[in-house]
């Protein structure tokens, strides 16, 4: 019934626009456009109704298949949307009978009739296939049509793509983004993957072992929130090679006996100010340069040569371990950090391989965690225990 309504109200926008309603000094109520004149019919804003009265006029002048399948209920408006500006990005060289052949194959999935299951493709994926709408006519056109599609927006998401970061004032951040297609299933993809690692491995043994430290394990955690600690471990693993190397680097500043004793705070060149600990933490990231100052600000260390394994250091690592050294934690040893394990490098323990462990960013933040304690077992294998 929604969907008949609004193809009878795009109906009567079409109508109007050819009737010229709005030039009607009677009826139209000097109103300066088609657009307007709906709006002051129907309570709305002229922007609104702008773009209803072009896709009415779409529908009542080019595509009857959908025109019929809307004002039947069959097709919801978003689906009419997708159908109607895929049509109108058709080749040139298509002829109407090529045209009217791949809107009815689009509007058949998008209904469903025809199929096996006999459900249609919502918006989303109907727009995914609206770019081989013309495969079932010519392939050919077909790819200069999903050509065209794809360039149109691609430039569109570059005109829309934008984030909005906004610092709450108690410790948090907020923030909106639109980005394009693509880099937003980058972002999805890899979310996914950090949010979703096998629970369950296997110890030396071939008995499963259950990682009790991972998100959501024991725990009330929402989607969103384990989301938006993925997205943390993420931006802790910005690019610190190449181009990109000198401007992700950040600089992070504290004493030399928070260092020690992992009391006091440390302070970023953005002026944020962390924990000792998570300093500490940080500092094993090839992106962060830690900066250790004495009693009377003297610079101690300055660098990262020393204090962080070399990338021959980590090839050797990942012969021994291809994932989290941790029992249970099967995150791939490409996204691990490695920790200095049986000596902390600012105890003077020394960055060699046998002072290298390969942990995961929530393993690597436990095991900077005072309430936790990294022990290695007589099998080899590393497990957390808590502190008592």
């Given at each position: 019934?929604?969907?008949q309504?609004?193809a ?79 049509a ?11 045209l ?10 998008a ?15 109907l ?50 983004f ?37 998100p ?27 181009h990109a ?44 340069v ?11 260390d ?24 941790v ?31 390969p ?24 497990r ?5």
């Amino acid at each position: 019934m929604e969907s008949q309504a609004t193809a009878l109200r795009l109906a009567l926008s079409a109508e109007a626009q050819a009737r010229r309603v709005a030039e009607d000094p009677v009826h139209g109520g000097a109103a300066t456009g088609t657009d307007a004149w709906l709006a002051g019919l129907l309570g709305s804003t002229r922007a609104s109704q702008a773009a209803g009265v072009r896709l009415g006029e779409l529908l009542a002048t080019k595509y009857a298949v959908t025109r019929e399948a809307f004002a039947a209920g069959r097709l919801r408006a978003d689906q009419v949307r997708v159908i109607v500006n895929a049509a109108e990005q058709a080749p040139a060289r298509a002829t109407p009978e090529q045209l009217r052949a791949a809107e009815e194959v689009l509007v058949g999935k998008a209904t469903g009739e025809g199929t096996r299951s006999g459900r249609g493709m919502n918006a989303t994926r109907l727009r995914q296939a609206a770019r081989r709408m013309f495969d079932p006519v010519d392939p050919e056109l077909a790819d200069e049509h999903e050509q065209a599609m794809l360039t149109r927006e691609r430039k569109g998401a570059e005109v829309e793509t934008y984030l909005s970061l906004h610092d709450n004032g108690d410790g948090t951040w907020s923030g909106r983004f639109r980005i394009p297609e693509l880099h937003g299933n980058l972002l999805d993809t890899v979310l996914g993957r950090l949010t979703s690692p096998r629970r369950v491995g296997r110890d030396n043994n071939g008995r499963p072992v259950v990682d009790e430290t991972a998100p959501g394990i024991g725990e009330s955690v929402s989607f969103p929130e384990v989301q938006g600690a993925a997205l943390c471990e993420l931006i802790e693993h910005l690019p610190s090679t190449g181009h990109a190397g000198a401007t992700a680097s950040v600089l992070v500043t504290m004493d030399l006996a928070g260092l020690l004793d992992g009391i006091g705070a440390a302070r970023l060149e953005s002026g944020v100010r962390v924990t000792a600990g998570e300093a500490r933490r940080l500092a094993c990231e090839a992106g962060l340069v830690p900066a250790v100052l004495g009693g009377r600000s003297e610079p101690l260390d300055l660098g990262r040569e020393r204090r962080l394994h070399s990338t021959a250091q980590r090839r050797a690592l990942s012969l021994v371990h291809d994932s989290c050294a941790v029992a249970g934690c099967e995150r791939p040893f490409s996204w691990c950090e490695v920790h200095h394990h049986r000596l902390a490098w600012s105890q003077g323990g020394r960055t060699n391989l046998g002072n290298g462990l390969p942990l995961c960013g929530h393993h690597h933040r436990r095991a900077h965690d005072p309430g936790w304690d990294l022990r290695e077992h007589t099998s080899g294998e590393h497990r957390f225990h808590r502190r008592r």
